[in-house]
C-alpha cells in the first residue's frame, strides 16, 4: 500500500548545526606575552649594550696624583635587528557575503574570514618569533626576516653580516645544554641557571617557552628522585585526599638562581626544545598600518565583485635581551635566557592587529 515514507520524502531540510568546531586550539603564549613597542622607525633597528670591568681591590697612595685613566665607553656595542612585514591574504565575493547563508557564521563570511585572518597572523608571528632563523634583507623574491630566538640565543655570530651580534654579547657557551634529551635532568637545568646568574648576577623572574618533550622531564622533577647506584627510583607527588586529584606536573620551578614559570609552545623548532626568557627584556613593535598603529587594512574592488583583507603589516621591533639556549644531542632542547657576560639586547619585528 503506497506511504509517504522517511526514505521516500522530497524536500526534507537539512539539520545543520549552527557550530563550527576548531580542532586546532593551538596557543601563542609569546605573542602574547610579550610587551608592545613603540612602531618603528627603520627597517633595521640598532640599539646599545654596554658592561662593566671586573671588580678590583686597589688601594691608592695619599698624595698620588690621577693618571691610569681609562675609555669608560670602551665596551659599548652596537647591535642590529630587522623588522618582518605579516600579511595573510583572503577574499570573499559579494554573492558569497550578501546571499549566502552559512551555518556557524551568523555574522556573514567576511567577518570570519576576518577573525580567522587576525588568528593566522598571530601564529604566524609566533612560528616566527620562536623560530632558528636568522634575520635576512629583501632580496626582491624573499621580504624582510628577522631574527628568531633560536637565532639570538647563539655562542657563535650569526650569518647575516649587518645584524651580527658582537662577539662579546653572545650567550656563552656554558648556557647551551648539548646533551640528549634523555640526559637533561634538574641538575642540568640548575647548572644552566646558575651560569647565567654568574655571568649577569640577576635573578629576574623567567618564563619558559617549552616543548611537550621537555615539559615531561621538567615535570619529573616532583614524581622522581634521580636514580642512584643500588637504589630504585622513588615516585613522589602531592594528594589532597578531599579533592581527590592527583598533581603531576611542574609549572613553576624556583631554586637558588631564579625561578622559572613554564608554558607549553606548540610553535617551537620541535618537542625538544625550550626558551627561557626574562620576558622584560623582551618587547615586539606596532604595526604601521591601520586602526591606532596596529589594526589592519580592508580593500574593496571598484566594483565590489570581492572583498579582501590585507593582514595587518606586522612590522616592528622586539628586544630579546639576555637569551641563551639548551641543546640535547642532535636536536635543539631547551634554552636559557640571559645573554653572554652582560646584560644585552635583540630585536625582532613583528605585530599582531
Not at 601563542?28 to 610587551?35: A, H, L, N, Q, Y
Not at 547563508?101 to 580567522?116: C, D, L, Q, R
Not at 645544554?177 to 646568574?197: D, H, I, K, P, V
Not at 615586539?284 to 603589516?313: I, N
Amino acid at each position: 500500500m503506497p506511504a509517504a515514507t522517511e526514505a521516500n520524502q522530497v524536500g526534507k531540510m537539512e539539520d545543520l548545526s549552527s557550530v563550527i568546531a576548531v580542532v586546532d586550539q593551538k596557543d601563542t603564549p609569546f605573542t602574547s606575552r610579550v610587551k608592545k613597542g613603540k612602531k618603528p622607525g627603520n627597517t633595521l633597528m640598532d640599539w646599545q649594550a654596554d658592561g662593566h670591568r671586573a671588580a678590583r681591590n686597589q688601594g691608592t697612595p695619599d698624595g698620588k696624583p690621577a693618571g691610569n685613566f681609562q675609555n669608560k665607553a670602551a665596551q659599548r656595542k652596537k647591535l642590529h635587528g630587522r623588522i618582518q612585514h605579516f600579511r595573510d591574504e583572503w577574499r570573499v565575493t559579494t554573492l558569497a557575503q550578501e546571499v549566502s547563508n552559512i551555518a556557524g557564521v551568523p555574522e556573514g563570511e567576511e567577518a570570519k574570514s576576518k577573525a580567522t585572518s587576525i588568528v593566522d597572523l598571530k601564529r604566524d608571528m609566533e612560528f616566527t618569533f620562536l623560530s632558528a632563523d636568522d634575520s635576512a634583507e629583501d632580496d626582491g623574491v624573499n621580504g624582510l626576516k628577522t631574527r628568531g630566538v633560536g637565532s639570538w640565543l647563539s655562542s657563535t655570530q650569526q650569518a647575516d653580516p649587518q645584524t651580527a651580534v658582537p662577539t662579546d654579547y653572545l650567550t656563552p657557551a656554558g648556557c647551551i645544554y648539548t646533551g640528549a634529551l634523555s640526559s637533561f635532568g634538574e641538575n642540568e637545568l640548575r647548572g644552566l641557571m646558575q651560569t647565567r646568574w654568574e655571568q649577569t648576577g640577576a635573578t629576574p623572574s623567567l618564563v619558559g617557552f617549552s616543548g611537550s618533550n621537555v615539559k615531561n622531564i621538567v615535570s619529573d622533577f616532583a614524581r622522581y628522585d634521580a636514580d642512584k647506584a643500588s637504589s630504585g627510583s622513588v615516585r613522589q607527588f602531592e594528594h589532597n585526599a578531599a579533592d581527590k586529584k592527583l598533581l603531576a606536573a611542574v609549572d613553576f620551578y624556583e631554586g637558588d638562581f631564579g625561578h622559572v614559570e613554564f608554558h607549553l609552545s606548540s610553535f617551537l623548532p620541535d618537542n625538544n626544545t625550550l626558551y627561557i626568557l626574562d620576558m622584560e627584556l623582551c618587547e615586539r613593535g606596532r604595526c604601521p598600518a591601520g586602526r591606532g598603529g596596529e589594526g589592519c587594512r580592508q580593500c574593496y574592488d571598484d566594483e565590489r565583485g570581492h572583498r579582501g583583507r590585507r593582514g595587518g603589516g606586522g612590522s616592528g621591533r622586539g628586544v630579546l635581551a639576555g637569551p641563551g639556549n639548551l641543546r640535547a644531542g642532535e636536536r635543539r632542547v631547551v634554552a636559557l635566557s640571559e645573554m653572554a657576560a652582560r646584560a644585552s639586547a635583540g630585536r625582532m619585528g613583528g605585530e599582531i592587529p
